[in-house]
Nanobody, 126 residues
């Protein structure tokens, strides 16, 4: 079972980036795939999550309206489209998959996710 995050880079404030999370090793069609981020000196925080079955998305308040999570038709890759990037979005972004109970609180907990990718670094210069 593997999750591979990619797409990070160095951009300027206001730019866009699209991160990808490629899954392999099993079907994640019944899972929730989430994105978390961790900035230097800070705790890992929830960014967005997508229920692969049904396609319902959830976002942290700090990114809602700017970020969009989606999946491909084969349900093997999840994307995080990040628009209007800000300096405070600078972090290492991780994708994760799990089967959290229903409820926004569970979706936002990193402990709800069983599988994690290695992270991809996003740096936004102001």
């Amino acid at each position: 079972v593997q999750l591979q995050a990619s797409g990070g880079g160095l951009v300027q404030a206001g730019d866009s980036l699209r991160l990808s999370c490629a899954t392999s090793g099993r079907s994640f069609s019944s899972y929730v795939v989430g994105w978390f981020r961790q900035a230097p000196g800070r705790e890992r925080e929830f960014v967005a999550a997508l229920r692969m079955s049904g396609g319902v998305a959830h976002y942290a308040a700090s990114v809602e309206g700017r970020f969009s999570i989606s999946r491909d038709g084969a349900k093997s890759t999840v994307y995080l489209q990040m628009n209007s990037l800000k300096a405070e979005d600078t972090a290492v972004y991780f994708c994760a998959a799990g089967t959290p109970p229903v409820g926004r609180t569970w979706l936002q907990r990193s402990s709800s996710y069983d599988y994690w990718g290695q992270g991809t670094e996003v740096t936004v210069s102001s």
